[in-house]
């Protein structure tokens, strides 16, 4: 396939910025500990990172409209394997002379990232073209974006110590911790996030961002832990965050990783990484939902250590590593929903361990060779523990759809114990089944180039009944399974680099049509009004009680009437009027002949009520 035109680049003249090829170069570093200050960054420049710049506390850093800010690749990187006496047997350290270029939020600074659908911000590596022509398994050329919060996490303070953890200090959710893959070499620490002192903060807003290529490697530690930067990494951000509209395309580890904190993140699409697409832990108790990842299995090689890769890593807290106290949680429970999870012919999409939470809601499954998830249950505070009613009870899974190649099921239980039967009933009660509803979930590259897009919104028939509608007011209530709507063009179409490269397959017909819902002839999936509405052959009244009521009619007209149509309804008054509607009150109560004496009830009419009545007095002495 040859290269497709990029969508950012047409797009410089509309958002009134110059091509990519006119603008200059500025420099910035991280000023010896002082960070880049409060500061605008304009479209007319390229902002190339030379090492890992910090927003101290504080400070704004604005990013505007169609800005491209591009990371150096670090120097002086040297390796060192050193003994330790675990499985790995030894773990690899990796240091730099210089860290790779990254841009890092600190708790109580603030980033103001806003790009448009017509003026997405870019995030690259120093030597992107910006033209698409950059393969997809080219990856770790640069550090990546972080932010910092001040919300909860279950983590310990930062020396590690159960004698300093915070049940005994700061209280439950004050934990602290580092950002993974971030040396602060001025010594200030300004990685650090959590401490739950602004749970409902805000440490940005970050709209259409493409982030691409990077994430950098620092070794990983005994429990097999890896040190290293994702492309976004959100540490113990308030709620007050916002995250929507962002694609996060070849990292060499995660695209986005999710510590602690109560942040919202929406509409992410986070594609062909080497390890996840997302992860989450530390208790994050946020919102996520309309999320895309894709995975393809020749390019998700986790190295670090060597290892499966999901699309989805689901994880509670960092319990393997004694890194939390089990006393002082707050659970890892978001309300997640919505999800696309698509991979060509991984085992599984999504792996739940060490204790993760939340509700799990009306998601799609495409392309797994034998499970849509993974319940681990090696530890005592695990996937399946998290689900098993009797323990913790903290994790469902609700009315998902699953499908792959061959026999595949919804849910595979991976543990010490056998209980695959009981997972299944779990799954199967909660409306999870195998059904394929993607429109089209195949795709294909070659040497790392996108030649077969796909379509990831589910068939216009796969709708969620009202049982299963979110219940968490944080959520937005869809109708549909999935990231994306049935019939609309996908949220990612026309501003990010995949969508570009060719990655939506489907086509979107406009549908034409009454599009106002009072019309008497609405037409709910019409996307383009055709002028046809109209309100007259349905109208009329509506009230069941009038003397005019139509029961035809959709739309009131106003015309509803009592008036001649009132007397007296009951049939057994001398003034009884049959063609009276309404009773008026005027009903005479007069002798009346029994014509018909076996009307036991005396209701006008003989039926099995009067034979019950006699039934019930059959035998009985007069």
Known sequence: MGLCV????????????????????????????????????????????????????????????????????????????????????????VSYSTMPGALIVSRGAFLDAQGTADCPIQFSFLGDPLDGSVSLDVRGMWGGLALCGSAQTNTLNLDLSFANAPTFTGGVGSGEDLLEGVVDVSGQQRHVYGGNADPHGSSGIL???????????????????????????????????????????????????????????????????????????????????????????????ASNPPGRSFVYDAEGDDFEESNMDPTAEPFCTPAMSNLTLVTNGADYAACYHSLPGGDWTNSIVHGVSDAGIEIQHYLSCDGFNAIMPTQYGILTLRNWRVCGEGEVIPGRYNGNYDAQEELTGWL???????????????????????????????????????????????????????????????????????????????????????????????????????????????????????????????????????????????????????????????????VIEDVCPADLNEDGEVTSVDLLMLLSVYGEPC
Not at 225 to 231: A, K, S, Y
Not at 255 to 265: A, D, K
């Open 428 to 590: 199967a009660d909660s409306g999870n089944v195998v059904l394929e509803v993607l429109q089209d979930g195949d795709f294909a590259l070659a040497d790392g180039v996108l030649v077969d897009g796909l379509d990831p919104r589910p068939a216009a028939g796969q709708t969620v009944t009202p049982y299963y509608t979110a219940t968490d007011d944080r959520l937005e209530v869809t109708s549909y399974h999935g990231a994306f709507h049935p019939i609309l063009e996908p949220w990612f179409a026309g501003w990010a680099s995949l969508d570009g490269m060719g990655l939506f397959s489907g086509e979107v017909v406009l549908t034409e049509g009454c599009t106002y819902d009072f019309a008497c002839n609405y037409d709910p999936l019409a996307l383009v009004d055709d002028g046809s509405c109209e309100r007259e052959s349905c109208a009329g009244c509506t009230f069941q009680l009038a003397c005019n009521y139509d029961a035809m009619a959709l739309l009131d007209d106003g015309s509803c009437t009592t008036e001649g149509c009132t007397g007296c309804t009951w049939p057994g008054a001398e003034n009884y009027d049959p063609a009276a509607t309404l009773d008026d009150g005027t009903c005479l109560m007069g």
């Open 207 to 301: 709209r259409h961002l493409s982030i691409r290529h990077g994430s950098t490697n620092l070794g990983w530690n005994q429990s097999g832990n890896g040190h290293e930067t994702d492309l976004l990494q959100l540490g113990a951000c308030g709620s007050g965050t916002v995250v929507e509209h962002i694609e996060l395309l070849a990292s060499a580890d995660d695209g986005l990783h999710i510590f602690g904190g109560l942040v919202e993140v929406r509409r992410v699409m986070s594609a062909f990484h080497a390890e996840d697409a997302f992860e989450s832990d530390q208790g994050w108790q946020g919102v996520g939902q309309h999320w895309f990842g894709l995975q393809d299995t020749a390019l998700a090689q």
């Open 6 to 93: 990029f969508p950012h680049q047409g797009k410089a003249q509309v958002c009134g910025c110059p091509t990519v090829s006119e603008r200059d170069t500025v420099w910035v570093t991280d000023d010896a500990g002082e960070g880049v200050g409060s500061q605008v960054w304009t479209c007319d420049h390229h902002y190339v990172l030379l090492e890992e710049v910090f927003v101290n506390v504080g400070d704004t850093l604005r990013i505007e409209p169609g800005t491209v800010v591009l990371g150096a690749g670090g120097q002086g990187r040297s390796e060192n394997l050193v003994e330790i006496p675990f499985a790995f047997g030894s773990i690899k350290t």
